[in-house]
């Protein structure tokens, strides 16, 4: 019997799972658009309806809502799977779910206005600021531009932070600090800036500038922002999934975007290598130590980090399924191998490039693309290297600052 998110253990065959070998099933499909997504700079409507059907867009979504309440591991490799079809690809996936889950934070009337129809898109960037806000009767009046609205083409709901302002002065809070909501806006009421994204790579991931003008949102789709921790908000639903700290969530979701990439790459150069033979040479590359030896690290060290990444999921698992509290030691390693899988997945992926030669700097090469791609998700917020002493300070009883919360 298939496990699920509900029962204390989690699947012993995540590649087993329906979602997972939906997602590996898609991976060629997925590169069948890859001239059009970079080109349109959004998934194809197409793609984004075989997602739909493959469940792609209520992975995180409680079951009680129509969704599939996957475990944090199912959800990762799904990403991680369509990432090795197209960088982009999984970026919009992990980040609609971590979307919905913040949605799970509202009060009881949004989440059944956003979830009537059952799965839905959410765009946009749970990371504070860009609105400002004025109190009105029933909600607030919100003007804002926000950056990121990853995925806005195919959305239904935007997600945004705004600052509360009483007439001219800035609310406070008790500490004196601003005070700061997340509010979710139909897409019909935002606008996307065009030209506004104009990147190096994961360019089809659509991240527009958005804004929105004197806007009423009502107060069903408000929620707190700052001084609660994330995961506290989505608890009040049933399953072990939504028990886990955000730390579960939160940082595996774009590290399992890097190693997809990662593994991608070499899997391209392991293809030109047994194809290629180098100018001035007479044996294939895949004859080279070189190339061998590269080959053989990069998978290793890209492995090991994923490996470490999954163990601290099962960690934390396992955990609350115990009926325990994690510790904040075990919240931090969930960070630090969130970024040390993002770390590896790099050191891999240099290593493929330097040894794919002239192929590797050509535009159209997918070592190209996978290289461009993957350096733009190292440079996400939630896989930089000041994770590192933010989990030092945990590990040396120092106070590791706000980010843990």
């Not at 059907?53 to 990403?79: C, H, K, N, S």
């Not at 009483?166 to 004196?176: A, E, T």
């Not at 929620?223 to 609660?228: F, Q």
């Not at 325990?324 to 969130?338: G, K, M, P």
Request: glycine share 10%; charged share 20%; hydrophobic share 40%.
């Amino acid at each position: 019997m298939q496990q699920t998110a509900d029962e204390k253990h989690l699947p012993t065959d995540i590649d087993a799972q329906p979602p997972v070998q939906a997602a590996a099933a898609l991976r060629s499909v997925i590169r069948g658009y890859r001239d059009e997504i970079e080109r349109e700079q959004r998934l194809p409507k197409a793609l984004v309806e075989r997602f739909h059907a493959a469940g792609f867009y209520r992975l995180a979504i409680p079951r009680e809502l129509g969704g599939l309440q996957v475990d944090p591991l199912t959800y990762v490799r799904v990403v991680e799977l369509l990432a090795e079809g197209a960088g982009s690809v999984g970026w919009n996936v992990a980040n609609n779910s971590i979307g919905q889950l913040v949605t799970l934070g509202l009060p009881d009337e949004g989440v059944q206005e956003i979830y009537a129809r059952g799965d839905t898109v959410i765009a946009g960037t749970a990371v504070m600021g860009g609105g400002r806000a004025v109190p009105v009767d029933g909600g607030y009046r919100v003007t804002g531009r926000w950056p990121f609205g990853t995925g806005c083409q195919e959305s239904s709901w935007m997600l945004g932070s705004f600052q509360i302002f009483d007439g001219d002065q800035p609310r406070r809070s008790p500490d004196g600090t601003s005070v700061y909501w997340r509010g979710i806006f139909a897409r019909s009421e935002a606008q996307i800036v065009e030209g506004s994204w104009d990147v190096t790579g994961m360019r089809a991931t659509g991240s527009f500038d958005w804004t929105v003008d004197d806007i009423f949102l009502p107060e069903r789709r408000t929620m707190v922002h700052a001084g609660i921790p994330l995961d506290n908000q989505w608890k009040r639903w049933p399953g072990i999934s939504y028990a886990l700290p955000a730390q579960a969530w939160v940082g595996p979701h774009h590290s399992a975007v890097i190693t997809g990439i990662a593994r991608a790459g070499i899997d391209a150069l392991i293809e030109l290598a047994g194809a290629k033979t180098p100018r001035g040479r007479t044996s294939r590359l895949c004859e080279n130590p070189q190339v061998q030896d590269a080959v053989g690290r990069a998978d290793t060290i890209l492995n090991a980090g994923r490996a470490y990444r999954s163990a601290m999921i099962v960690e934390v698992w396992n955990t609350v399924a115990a009926g325990e509290e994690t510790t904040l030691e075990q919240r931090a390693r969930c960070r630090l191998a969130a970024a040390h899988a993002a770390d590896s997945a790099r050191e891999a992926m240099d290593l493929m490039y330097r040894q794919g030669g002239s192929t590797s700097y050509r535009r159209e090469s997918r070592l190209a693309e996978c290289w461009r791609d993957l350096h733009v998700v190292g440079q996400a917020v939630t896989l930089l290297p000041e994770w590192y002493p933010i989990g030092g300070r945990v590990l040396l009883s120092m106070d590791p600052g706000p980010r843990l919360r």
